[in-house]
C-alpha cells in the first residue's frame, strides 16, 4: 500500500523559510517523477515544483528563485526548501507522482505565511 507522508509545514511570518519533506512508502520511489502540489482555500490544487527520476526539475512562475525541491533516492524522501515565502504561499503542500495524482493524497502540511 503506497503511503505519502507530508511534514515540516507551519506559521511563518513574510520574508521567512520552511523545509518540507515527503516521506514515501510502498513504491519503488527511484523510478517515479515526483512533485509537491499545493491546495490554498477556495482554490484548485496546483503543482508547485516538480522533479524527475533523474533529477530533472521545473517550478511555478511565482515560486521560481525561491523554491528549492530536491529528493534523497536511498532513504525514499523528498524536500521543498521555501525561502522568502510571501502570504500567497500560503497553502496545503502535498506531495505525490507527477504527472499526478497516482496514488491517494497524503494529509498534506498546512503552510501559513502571515505576520
Known amino acids: 500500500q503506497v503511503q505519502l507522508v507530508e511534514s515540516g509545514g507551519g506559521l511563518v511570518q513574510p520574508g521567512g523559510s520552511l523545509r518540507l519533506s515527503c516521506e514515501a512508502s510502498?513504491?519503488?520511489?527511484?523510478?517515479?517523477?515526483m512533485a509537491w502540489y499545493r491546495q490554498a482555500p477556495g482554490k484548485q490544487r496546483e503543482l508547485v515544483a516538480g522533479?524527475?527520476?533523474?533529477?530533472?526539475?521545473n517550478y511555478l512562475d511565482s515560486v521560481k528563485g525561491r523554491f528549492t525541491i530536491s529528493r534523497d533516492n536511498s532513504k525514499n524522501t523528498m524536500n521543498l526548501q521555501m525561502n522568502i515565502l510571501k502570504p500567497e504561499d500560503t497553502a496545503v503542500y502535498y506531495c505525490?507522482?507527477?504527472?499526478?495524482?497516482?496514488?491517494?493524497w497524503g494529509q498534506g502540511t498546512q503552510v501559513t505565511v502571515s505576520s
Open positions: 522533479i524527475t527520476s533523474a533529477g530533472r526539475t
Open positions: 510502498g513504491i519503488i520511489f527511484s523510478i517515479y517523477n
Open positions: 505525490n507522482a507527477m504527472p499526478g495524482p497516482l496514488w491517494s
